[in-house]
């Protein structure tokens, strides 16, 4: 019952400052401006992919560092109540993640809904792409968390958390690539398709980009991806590893919050 | 007194004539044939001993089971209605051994799948000047074979049928060692090849619809100057494959969704002197793929949306890329080798981004199409797992401002800011 309290106090706090109406208003903005664009909504759905991939894990990052520094003082004060430690920090975390969640829902479906195109043929890939970025908000908010609770100093916790985010979308796939190079000798099916399973972003990306039907492009491998994601057991597994991957720091952060003396 | 003596050598001549043309009128006026299920000849095989040359055999509409008919004489086969000859899925169905003949408005289906022979709907051996003209064929083995004949034309046929296997389908057309043959405005669906030449010279193929094959929807080999136009082929298992030729045309042809890990607008290997102009390459996994060819004019062709639009390998020399335009493929051009021996000028590309400051249409800055990841990509499959990262973004980047492994003269010095038309 708390926790709903806290949720909602925070909701009402998030809503009320401005940031939220613009992350809303720039996917609004980017839908439906590309939309009237162009008319071929297999390039809008790239595009918003390639959104989903780079901003959200940005945006969800820098905003949930900010965030809980700037909450410091709250936290302070509602610790002081007899309130479970857990409760304040579940109540924090979805205060957070599910504003945002909403306002990247609201701000796709409206621009889509306002330009009343058919997406009917589309649909799985939209779903898809819609539960990617659902799932990055989670994961990164949760990894912001968690380096914000790690660092006292502000600095040193937004840096951290960048540098999560930048290891993430852009170094990993550099050592991806330089593994692939490397071992080019060996069958690697297998191995890349594990490796791209251990970063969200890239696991995100090749769910969608195989729905995109590039799994031709890509000869024997992308065979190989085609007939692990294509089936119902490998969609399960790719979406228990994002779930994973929304817990764990989700996890290690709450252990380092219960400890914390703030 | 003379002219009357030549007046009446005329009447004479003339009554001579009608007199030796009634006698014996099948040399002369050809007669026509009805065959009928519930006529008095039943039998096409009959029809055919009974006749002579230059006769018309008209087959009303029925159901015919015959085995394989030979046709040994100079003869037109009209159907009415698309009789049905039915080959019950064994042999062959028409032989055509005699030149001019003619075959027309027949449905014949089911010839029978062989794996030592190549039993056809209608084969023509070692003939000239034969038609087959309007006919549907549905689920042979082979539907038109013809071997070792010269100026025959297969014209209008609708050839169908509903393979699943390689190994168990024949080809829609067929032709072995010929010369001089039109296929025209054919449609051919569910062979293992739509259309395949081997030692074909001098031949035209316009107006046809390849689509769902097998295979290949078109697939030539050693079959030099022959003019490909206005064909579609769409959505066949490999695409089009051609080898080992010289001088061939491929104009105004569509290349529609050819999509899948070994499928090809076109495959040419080891093509010289060739012409590719005007055609449209839409959504194929590769537009053209170049192997070992040579002196290949490409010009004025659309590759839109494929996956890759040029693969050029490195043993592929002196082509010439002028006036295509590239819009919106994953890669434009890939090549294995930091080396080109290839010419690219005035193409229009989507993915330019440079300036036309003099407003002469062509832009200010060359551009390079290949980029480092498809490099990479071509020399590397799998590494297309790390297709439209950011990192794949990052790393072309790099490339463009500091190019050091993408071949130096693979570049096109007047790329055109508009669409071409």
């Given at each position: 019952m708390i926790l709903v309290k806290i949720i909602k106090y925070q909701l009402h706090d998030v809503m009320r400052s401005k940031w939220i109406i613009f992350y809303t208003a720039f996917y609004f903005i980017v839908i439906y401006g590309m939309l009237t664009f162009t008319n071929d909504i297999s390039k809008v759905l790239l595009s918003l992919m390639n959104v989903v991939l780079i901003i959200i894990p940005l945006i969800s990052t820098i905003l949930g560092t900010i965030y809980f520094y700037n909450n410091r003082d709250y936290i302070v004060f509602m610790l002081s109540q007899p309130i479970n430690r857990t409760t304040i920090f579940l109540?924090?975390?979805?205060?957070?993640?599910?504003?945002?969640?909403?306002?990247?829902?609201?701000?796709?479906?409206?621009?889509?809904v306002v330009y009343s195109s058919s997406l009917q043929n589309y649909f799985g890939i939209l779903l898809l792409i819609m539960l990617s970025g659902i799932f990055l908000t989670v994961i990164f908010t949760a990894i912001s968390f968690w380096t914000s609770i790690k660092n006292e100093d502000r600095l040193k916790g937004f840096g951290a958390a960048i540098f999560i985010w930048l290891f993430l979308a852009l170094l990993f796939d550099g050592i991806l690539l330089f593994l692939i190079q490397a071992l080019q000798d060996y069958p690697l099916e297998t191995f890349s398709l594990v490796v791209s399973m251990l970063n969200p972003i890239d696991l995100a990306r090749v769910l969608i980009l195989l729905k995109f039907d590039i799994a031709a492009l890509m000869g024997y491998t992308g065979a190989v991806f085609q007939k692990f994601f294509g089936n119902t057991t490998g969609m399960l597994i790719s979406f228990t590893v994002l779930t994973v991957w929304a817990a764990a720091p989700l996890f290690f952060a709450r252990k380092k919050f219960l400890k914390k003396d703030f | 007194m003379f002219a009357l003596k030549i007046l009446s050598f005329y009447r004479f001549a003339l009554f001579l004539f009608l007199a030796i043309s009634f006698s014996i009128p099948g040399f002369l006026f050809p007669k026509q044939i009805t065959i009928s299920p519930s006529g008095k000849i039943k039998s096409i095989k009959r029809a055919i001993e009974i006749a002579a040359d230059n006769d018309t055999?008209?087959?009303?509409?029925?159901?015919?089971?015959?085995?394989?008919?030979?046709?040994?004489?100079?003869?037109?086969?009209?159907?009415?209605?698309?009789?049905?000859?039915?080959?019950?899925?064994?042999?062959?169905?028409?032989?055509?051994?005699?030149?001019?003949?003619?075959?027309?408005?027949?449905?014949?289906?089911?010839?029978?799948?062989?794996?030592?022979?190549?039993?056809?709907?209608?084969?023509?051996?070692?003939?000239?000047?034969?038609?087959?003209?309007?006919?549907?064929?549905?689920?042979?083995?082979?539907?038109?074979?013809?071997?070792?004949?010269?100026?025959?034309?297969?014209?209008?046929?609708?050839?169908?049928?509903?393979?699943?296997?390689?190994?168990?389908?024949?080809?829609?057309?067929?032709?072995?060692?010929?010369?001089?043959?039109?296929?025209?405005?054919?449609?051919?669906?569910?062979?293992?090849?739509?259309?395949?030449?081997?030692?074909?010279?001098?031949?035209?193929?316009?107006?046809?619809?390849?689509?769902?094959?097998?295979?290949?929807?078109?697939?030539?080999?050693?079959?030099?100057?022959?003019?490909?136009?206005?064909?579609?082929?769409?959505?066949?298992?490999?695409?089009?494959?051609?080898?080992?030729?010289?001088?061939?045309?491929?104009?105004?042809?569509?290349?529609?969704?050819?999509?899948?890990?070994?499928?090809?607008?076109?495959?040419?290997?080891?093509?010289?002197?060739?012409?590719?102009?005007?055609n449209r390459f839409l959504k194929n996994s590769s537009g053209i793929y170049l192997e070992g060819s040579n002196r290949v004019d490409v010009s004025h062709n659309d590759f839109i949306e494929n996956g890759w639009a040029l693969r050029l390998m490195a043993n592929s020399m002196d082509n010439k890329f002028t006036d295509n335009n590239f819009i919106g493929n994953s890669f434009d051009v890939t090549t294995n080798s930091v080396q080109n021996f290839n010419f690219f000028d005035h193409n229009y590309w989507s993915e330019y981004n440079g300036y036309d400051l003099n407003k002469d249409r062509i832009g200010d800055v060359p551009y390079r199409p290949v980029k480092l990841f498809s490099l990479l990509v071509e020399r590397n499959q799998p590494l297309l797992i790390l297709h439209r990262s950011l990192f794949a973004s990052v790393l072309d980047l790099t490339e463009k401002v500091f190019p050091i492994l993408t071949p130096e003269s693979l570049i096109d010095n007047h790329p055109s800011m508009k669409r071409i038309k």
């Open positions: 109540g924090l975390y979805f205060g957070l993640a599910i504003p945002l969640i909403l306002s990247f829902v609201v701000g796709v479906v409206l621009g889509i | 055999l008209l087959i009303m509409p029925g159901l015919y089971k015959e085995g394989n008919i030979r046709i040994n004489k100079k003869l037109v086969i009209m159907g009415r209605n698309y009789p049905v000859i039915d080959g019950e899925n064994n042999g062959e169905i028409f032989t055509v051994t005699s030149d001019s003949v003619i075959i027309k408005g027949l449905k014949i289906i089911n010839s029978g799948l062989s794996f030592v022979e190549d039993n056809a709907g209608i084969k023509l051996e070692e003939v000239k000047n034969c038609s087959i003209i309007n006919n549907i064929l549905l689920n042979n083995f082979f539907a038109v074979y013809v071997a070792k004949s010269a100026d025959c034309f297969v014209e209008n046929n609708k050839i169908e049928a509903h393979g699943t296997r390689e190994t168990t389908s024949g080809n829609g057309i067929h032709l072995w060692y010929c010369r001089n043959i039109t296929i025209a405005n054919n449609k051919i669906s569910g062979h293992r090849d739509g259309i395949y030449f081997e030692f074909v010279e001098s031949s035209k193929i316009y107006d046809n619809y390849s689509k769902d094959n097998i295979r290949y929807g078109l697939h030539f080999m050693f079959s030099d100057s022959c003019v490909y136009s206005n064909n579609t082929f769409e959505n066949n298992g490999a695409g089009v494959a051609v080898m080992y030729t010289h001088n061939i045309k491929m104009l105004n042809n569509l290349f529609l969704h050819n999509w899948g890990s070994a499928s090809y607008g076109i495959l040419l290997k080891e093509i010289f002197d060739s012409q590719i102009s005007n």
